[in-house]
């Protein structure tokens, strides 16, 4: 079965600094995809970025981006110039390719906090 | 605003009892997961179905259930309520199953069993 892991429960940031977060997942699939969610508290699911694991080049919006390392089953996230909106929790999170099962795999989650 | 809706926000209800969430999904949206959101298990995928039929399960007990109407609206029953089945409970809708379509989350259920 599949698994995804954040290793850090919690995180702090200055505002305007860079911060990365990280996730780690294990999967015997070749083709998949993976997803960064923001949860603020409000409680709603967002998305922030995907990536398609067939695709080498990293995934950018705006100021977030990620290091994705396929070898290594690692997909952190960077943010950019981190502004106090970014504070939330973020979940790193994996899909399968292919069949009708689209459901999310989710990590548990680091909560981030940008400091002003 | 997602475009999926969730009702009610909040329900605060006793053990033993049996509870109805309510979602209706994006306009044109075929396909609705379910999942659940505590902080013992984290979020974790319940059901998910396209266009009224099941297509998959996940960590869902067997006291709850689901169902997608004609009208793509979507119900998770759950019954026999425990302590720890207080949770966040989301619905999420795509256009269908494919990863290019991405889900929208609405704004969850707070479900507290006292």
């Known amino acids: 079965a599949q698994t995804v892991t954040q290793s850090q429960p919690e995180m702090s940031v200055q505002e305007a600094e860079t911060v990365t977060l990280s996730c780690t997942y294990d999967?015997?699939?070749?083709?998949?995809?993976l997803f960064w969610y923001k949860q603020p508290p409000s409680r709603q699911m967002i998305l922030v970025i995907r990536?398609?694991?067939?695709?080498?080049q990293n995934a950018t919006e705006n100021r977030f981006s990620v290091n994705f390392q396929k070898a290594a089953k690692s997909f952190s996230l960077k943010i950019s110039d981190s502004q106090l909106g970014d504070a939330a929790m973020y979940f790193c999170a994996y899909r399968r390719d292919g069949g009708s099962q689209g459901n999310l795999i989710f990590g548990k989650g680091t909560k981030l906090s940008v400091k002003p | 605003d997602s475009g999926v809706t969730q009702t009610p926000k909040h329900l605060i209800t006793a053990t033993g009892q049996r509870v109805t969430l309510r979602c209706s999904p994006r306009s044109g949206d075929l396909s609705v997961y379910w999942y659940q959101q505590s902080l013992d298990q984290g979020l974790q995928f319940l059901i998910q179905y396209y266009n009224g039929e099941e297509r998959a399960k996940g960590n869902i007990l067997e006291r709850f259930s689901a169902q997608q109407f004609p009208d793509l609206h979507s119900e998770l029953n759950l019954s026999s309520l425990e302590l720890g089945d207080s949770a966040l409970y989301f619905c999420?809708?795509?256009?269908?199953?494919?990863?290019?379509?991405?889900?929208?989350f609405g704004p969850g259920t707070r479900l507290t069993v006292t």
């Open positions: 999967t015997s699939e070749s083709d998949y995809y």
């Open positions: 999420a809708s795509s256009v269908d199953s494919s990863w290019v379509y991405e889900q929208y």
């Open positions: 990536q398609e694991a067939y695709k080498q």
